[in-house]
T-cell receptor
Framework: AQSVTQLGSHVSVSEGALVLLRCNYS??????LFWYVQYPNQGLQLLLK??????LVKGINGFEAEFKKSETSFHLTKPSAHMSDAAEYFC??????????????FGQGTTLQVKP | GAGVSQSPRYKVTKRGQDVALRCDPI?????LYWYRQALGQGPEFLTY????????KSGLPNDRFSAERPEGSISTLTIQRTEQRDSAMYRC???????????FGPGTRLTVL
């Protein structure tokens, strides 16, 4: 079975500061990993994903994440926070096996607050 | 359409009533997923369609929940004899294939009184 744990349900940073949102996963097979962002009253939008290859993945809006197999982590970072980054962020995992369906297993989410 | 659409956006119903939630995926997307998201939680998988075939319904919580996608396009999630614990945001997502990016709709907020 797969699972995702996001450490910290709320993270607050100052504008211009580093953003770090933590995600650890559990998977019995090589995982596919995702970060989604959810703005109020909108659907989830994909920020970035890791499937295979380079472990440092760059996404939209200046975000990036690094897959660390030894730590079973996929933390999301951004060097400098912007007010528009305030949203809820979800880490997700799916099964890479041949019989997979692509269904996503989500963490509980982290709300990012950006202070002026 | 430009994206995944869902209707209604909001649904308030009384306990015991049946509800039907509709999802219109992006044209050409063969994979369709339903998720349920409780307040303060991440989305939870309900069911998956490949074209019209329901290939995974392991996330449906009980037999009051069912889904169909008869022509491989629009999908309907039906909840019979609704209960207060069914109150949640129901989200639909579609993709070109099972390992492609899933595009999410805005969701249907269901409130059972």
């Amino acid at each position: 079975a797969q699972s995702v744990t996001q450490l910290g349900s709320h993270v607050s940073v100052s504008e211009g500061a580093l953003v770090l949102l933590r995600c650890n996963y559990s998977s019995s097979v090589p995982p596919y990993l995702f970060w989604y962002v959810q703005y109020p009253n909108q659907g989830l939008q994909l920020l970035l994903k890791y499937t295979t290859g380079a472990t440092l993945v760059k996404g939209i809006n200046g975000f990036e994440a690094e897959f660390k197999k030894s730590e079973t982590s996929f933390h999301l970072t951004k060097p400098s926070a912007h007010m528009s980054d305030a949203a809820e962020y979800f880490c997700a995992v799916s099964d890479s096996g041949s019989g997979n369906t692509g269904k996503l297993i989500f963490g509980q989410g982290t709300t990012l607050q950006v202070k002026p | 359409g430009a994206g995944v659409s869902q209707s209604p956006r909001y649904k308030v119903t009384k306990r015991g009533q049946d509800v039907a939630l509709r999802c219109d995926p992006i044209s050409g997307h063969v994979s369709l997923y339903w998720y349920r998201q409780a307040l303060g939680q991440g989305p939870e998988f309900l069911t998956y369609f490949n074209y019209e075939a329901q290939q995974d319904k392991s996330g449906l919580p009980n037999d009051r929940f069912s889904a169909e996608r008869p022509e491989g396009s629009i999908s309907t999630l039906t909840i019979q004899r609704t209960e207060q614990r069914d109150s949640a945001m129901y989200r639909c997502a579609s993709s070109f294939g099972k390992n492609n990016e899933q595009f999410f709709g805005p969701g249907t907020r269901l409130t059972v009184l």
